[in-house]
């Protein structure tokens, strides 16, 4: 009988050699590549968060260097020397080696290389090896700090954290891109968005936010496009106007680039990123946008309802020519082509209270000011002949009295992509879901 109690305390493996010259330490990771060195090799470990380059001369507990392959896991011991030469100025002369594990077989992809050159398709199938690599693992723990730093944010503000359904009867953005389930015999669909929730929990808490898988059956095979991403999302109740929703982006922006030079700045280095600086964001109405483009670039745009992919990269250059800035908000766009419940706007109903934010030549950010009166929303649904049955439990909220509220969807993969500088979507997703992959 054991019994069991608390954990101990972690310690980053790099920090605790660093801070252990002249020492022995023991610690426990892969091997990551063998360098054969004539008289003596180096052994570099993978350790949970960077590499440690280890010497080994002769035999160390009854291994040879040419015992030793990568891929094995391996408990080492061994005396901490300063190597200005190494990657993080020291490297570790083995004393002892354990192996806990082996490999069955060669790895199938050159993990040992600075960059492994892969291309997709080959990547892809092999995630859950490619994503040993430290260049692939900075991305996503630059990822998940930007996650952290979002709540962080969010519960600084005095936003709640809420989880909501992903199997719902009706699609928040539209009925042609819902992916339709079988549940227990009733029609039921996976969420597009937290949009109804966060509109009934902003009723009740004020604010709220979600981090969370949203679905979208669309069938696109693009470079910027996936069938499920992680949203970041949130909802404030009380607002005097949509752009109280683009204020606490910038605010949220800001605090979350500082939160990853804090905290991911070896990652970041290692990536070559560069993190913008987010002061005053420009913003531009959606007509101001497809005249600054005419003006400025000689674009005639043929969409009267949206921006195009090389749109989005024109006004995001003249931002950044103009003002000094990655970000660039629109504001304004034709109400035929946003949701049900975005508010038009009072002096021209033509248009939506609703913004995009375009990064880096992007959009990465949708949101906007929600309607809140009962009759508007039923209006509107009725004018664009939707079946008013269907959304009773969503009207319900604002039949009995609702704040006037908005708020925000981010995607995660995409805010990952442009800030890291990929080209392409997948890269920035760890086991990505398009419309040809559901595994690995």
Not at 70 to 81: A, W
Not at 329 to 352: G, I, L, Q, W
Request: overall charge negative.
């Amino acid at each position: 009988m054991e019994l069991i109690s608390t954990p101990k305390q972690y310690v980053d493996a790099v920090e605790q050699a660093a801070a252990s010259i002249g020492k022995l330490v023991t610690l426990r990771g892969t091997v990551h590549r063998v360098r054969d060195m004539s008289d003596f090799a180096f052994v570099v470990v993978r350790v949970n968060r960077g590499l440690i380059q280890c010497m080994m001369k002769g035999e160390v507990s009854g291994y040879t260097k040419a015992d030793v392959k990568d891929g094995m896991v391996v408990e080492i011991s061994g005396t901490v020397h300063e190597e200005p030469r190494a990657e993080h100025g020291f490297e570790i002369v083995l004393e002892s080696v354990k192996v806990l594990a082996k490999p069955a077989e060669q790895l199938p992809v050159p993990l040992g290389k600075k960059y492994m050159g892969l291309k997709l398709d080959v990547d892809l199938p092999l995630r859950p090896i490619t994503l040993r690599h430290p260049n692939k693992q900075a991305v996503f723990r630059v990822q998940g700090a930007i996650v952290d730093g979002f709540a962080e944010y969010m519960l600084s503000q005095g936003f709640t954290h809420i989880h909501t359904p992903k199997i719902v009867t009706a699609g928040a953005e539209g009925g042609a891109s819902l992916f339709k389930v079988d549940y227990f015999g009733r029609p039921a669909y996976l969420a597009q968005s937290p949009q109804f929730y966060k509109q009934y929990t902003a009723g009740i808490f004020g604010r709220v936010f979600e981090i969370g898988s949203v679905y979208r059956a669309e069938r696109h095979n693009s470079s910027r496009h996936l069938n499920e991403y992680i949203g970041l999302d949130f909802e404030m109740a009380y607002i005097d106007s949509m752009y109280e929703v683009m204020e606490m982006e910038t605010g949220m922006l800001r605090f979350l680039m500082g939160y990853l030079k804090e905290y991911v700045a070896p990652e970041l280095a290692l990536l070559k990123a560069e993190v913008p600086e987010v002061g005053d964001i420009p913003t531009v109405t959606f007509d101001e946008a497809k005249q600054l483009m005419q003006d400025k670039f000689g674009h005639k745009s043929k969409n009267r309802y949206d921006l195009n992919p090389d749109e989005e990269v024109m006004i995001c250059k003249w931002a950044k020519e103009e003002h000094g800035c990655d970000f660039c908000f629109v504001t304004h766009f034709p109400s035929a082509k946003r949701p049900f419940y975005a508010m038009d706007d009072p002096e021209n109903p033509k248009y939506a209270l609703s913004f995009d934010l375009l990064f880096r030549g992007l959009e990465i950010t949708t949101g906007g000011q929600r309607i809140h009166d009962y009759h508007e929303q039923i209006a509107k649904l009725e004018a664009r002949k939707m079946d008013v049955s269907l959304f009773e439990s969503f009207t319900m909220l604002h039949k009995y009295g609702m704040p006037p509220h908005g708020g925000l969807g981010i995607g995660l993969e995409r805010l990952t992509m442009q800030l890291l500088q990929q080209q392409n979507i997948r890269e920035a997703s760890m086991f990505p879901r398009d419309m040809g992959r559901l595994e690995p």
